[in-house]
């Protein structure tokens, strides 16, 4: 059994910053790219950010430059530093994470946090 247990939200006021993260935990044998997502309601949820197990990472572009993914692979924990809050980046945050494990036959299966409530408002 695998999961995703996500930290950091809150309420934050415009050009505020908070630091999310997700520790991935279980019979995990690797854990392949991780990122962060983000769904407003009634919207589709859209990808933020993801870091490879090499450290390479992706943004969307309208974080880029105020959004920060890292990870610590012996922790198995991804974080995402965010600076420079503006209110339409309040959302729900999720983490995901593709992850193999011996149940999975060692294939990489994507797994989802529980979500952590942003909220950028004065």
């Known amino acids: 059994q695998v999961q995703l247990v996500e930290s950091g939200g809150g309420l934050v006021q415009p050009g505020g910053a908070l630091r999310l993260s997700c520790a991935a935990s279980?019979?995990?044998?690797?854990?392949?790219?991780m990122g962060w997502y983000r769904q407003v309601p009634g919207k589709e949820r859209e990808l933020v950010a993801t870091i490879t197990s090499s450290g390479r990472t992706n943004y969307i572009d309208s974080v880029k430059g105020r959004f920060t993914i890292s990870r610590d692979n012996a922790k198995r924990t991804v974080y995402l530093q965010m600076n420079s809050l503006k209110p339409e980046d309040t959302a729900v945050y999720y983490c995901?994470?593709?992850?193999?494990?011996?149940?999975?036959?060692?294939?990489?299966?994507?797994?989802w946090g529980q979500g952590t409530l942003v909220t950028v408002s004065s």
């Open positions: 995901n994470a593709q992850i193999s494990t011996i149940a999975s036959g060692y294939r990489y299966l994507e797994h």
């Open positions: 279980g019979s995990i044998f690797r854990v392949n790219v």
